[in-house]
């Protein structure tokens, strides 16, 4: 597999440290709100690429982290009038809820900064140790200039962003470019005991201490937001690689932006859309559909049209996955002669897949292929003659295999009549045998008003709810 590594600015080969071992580290959100749809593009892309790496058969050590202490939280907790604590288990719950509906599934592990204070003290006391980090007035701050590599996945010099930086009157840096490993404690935060004083960690160091912690001192991939290169995932590098002097990532992946209606999403232009409403709206499965029909380095726009396309796409994909229940109570035999070059085309598909997703997780081709094999399957299933209970099932196979790796058609539902509903079509087909059309239409219509459509087909009644 081929990803496009933002260290190297190229494509590169994925080569694990650890032979048929993948370990990588996702920038989880900080909790202090509902996720919003930005957010849902870098859950399910990761998860996505999890779900891949573990189909063409590596171990994938997955860690994500929450941000729970960090001044949006602090301050939505004074807006409530509560702690810090209960917003951050409050917000990680309702992350749960948006990821479980997103189908994105639980980390190997889902750290959380609070837990993990004693390898940020350890991390922060090596680097001052070392003199890449220096203590001004309880603040504990790491000397950017003291790392030549500073600036490499940003790719840019350090003297360009120290022309940008600005320093809070409140700060008191060495240089403007310098940043926070460890925060003094103001008054009425939260804080923990360090050798500098009560104080909290920075935003940067968490993830170093945690990455550490649970996949070593080099990681192979980290992922995240492009929002996420600078400066977050900078500093992570230039603090880590100074902490244990060896490379912190081997390889580099982030995600692109989302527009709301071609425009940047933004509070003040009154576009922000969380997970949670538009799962509310659209449903969740027509969010990830979105969030995997382009490509994840390009830029994606977000509007209720496409959110309409999306829903109309994933019923195309459940209506065949229904006609091959449908056809299967009915299909028999072997795979015929004449479908062998059917056959032969559909198993190729699962190659076109692989092929995509090998391409640097290109999930838009990926589900291009799907589509077609949706095509094909069709052709098995719709006519007035069905094809062979074989080549059903390799339509079958196929489809749940494919679809389950970039998570879709996770909502189907085991489907039953009651006795009332069953006695009904029954009585229909029996009117329909004895040319009492006036009757079938009238029973149509009240399993219409019941929420059940009926489809008369060559190999019987097909039903669905409305």
């Not at 709206?281 to 029909?293: A, D, Q, V, W």
């Not at 496409?306 to 072997?334: P, W």
């Amino acid at each position: 597999m081929k990803i496009f590594n933002t260290l190297t600015r190229q494509k590169e080969e994925l080569v694990p440290i650890h032979p048929g071992e993948i370990r990588m580290y996702v920038c989880g959100p900080t909790v202090y709100n509902y996720i919003h749809i930005g957010n849902a593009r870098p859950a399910c892309v990761f998860d996505t690429l999890r779900r891949y790496l573990e189909y063409i058969g590596y171990k994938v050590t997955y860690v994500q982290n929450f941000t729970d202490i960090d001044d949006k939280i602090i301050r939505r907790a004074n807006e409530e009038g509560t702690d810090f604590l209960t917003i951050a288990e409050k917000y990680i719950k309702e992350y749960k809820v948006d990821a479980a509906g997103l189908n994105v599934r639980e980390a190997t592990v889902h750290p959380r900064a609070t837990e993990n204070i004693d390898t940020i003290l350890e991390i922060v006391k090596t680097l001052v140790e070392k003199g890449y980090a220096y203590e001004s007035n309880g603040d504990v701050y790491f000397r950017t200039h003291r790392f030549d590599g500073y600036g490499k996945l940003s790719h840019q010099p350090l003297e360009d962003l120290e022309a940008g930086a600005r320093i809070d009157v409140s700060e008191q840096k060495e240089s403007p470019v310098d940043f926070a490993l460890w925060k003094a404690a103001k008054p009425g935060e939260p804080f923990w005991p360090s050798p500098w004083g009560n104080g909290r960690p920075g935003w940067h160091i968490e993830c170093s201490a945690m990455a550490k912690r649970y996949l070593g001192e080099t990681i192979d991939l980290h992922c995240g937001g492009l929002d996420l290169i600078f400066p977050h995932h900078e500093n992570e590098i230039a603090q880590s690689e100074c902490a244990w002097g060896v490379p912190f990532a081997r390889y580099w992946m982030h995600n692109e932006y989302i527009n709301i209606n071609n425009k940047k999403m933004s509070k003040s232009l009154g576009n922000f859309r969380t997970a949670r409403e538009v799962g509310e709206h659209f449903g969740y499965e027509p969010i990830r559909f979105i969030m995997l029909s382009a490509h994840y380095r390009s830029p994606m726009n977000y509007s209720e049209e496409v959110m309409d396309q999306a829903k109309a796409s994933l019923e195309r994909l459940y209506t065949c996955r229904e006609n091959i229940d449908f056809a299967l109570q009915s299909a028999v035999g072997e795979a015929r002669p004449e479908e062998a070059e059917l056959m032969a085309s559909m198993e190729k598909r699962r190659d076109q897949f692989k092929a995509a997703m090998d391409n640097d997780l290109n999930t838009a081709d990926a589900l291009a292929a799907i589509f077609e094999l949706v095509r094909e399957i069709n052709t098995l299933t719709t006519g007035t003659t069905i094809g062979s209970k074989a080549a059903i099932e390799l339509g079958r196979t196929l489809l749940d295999e494919l679809c389950g790796v970039l998570g879709l058609l996770y909502n189907r539902k085991g489907k039953s009549l009651d006795s009332e509903v069953e006695t009904l079509i029954e009585e229909r087909q029996q009117a329909r045998k004895n040319r009492d059309f006036k009757r079938a239409d009238e029973i149509r219509d009240t399993l219409k008003n019941m929420g059940i459509v009926l489809e008369d087909t060559p190999q019987g009644i097909k039903w669905h709810m409305a």
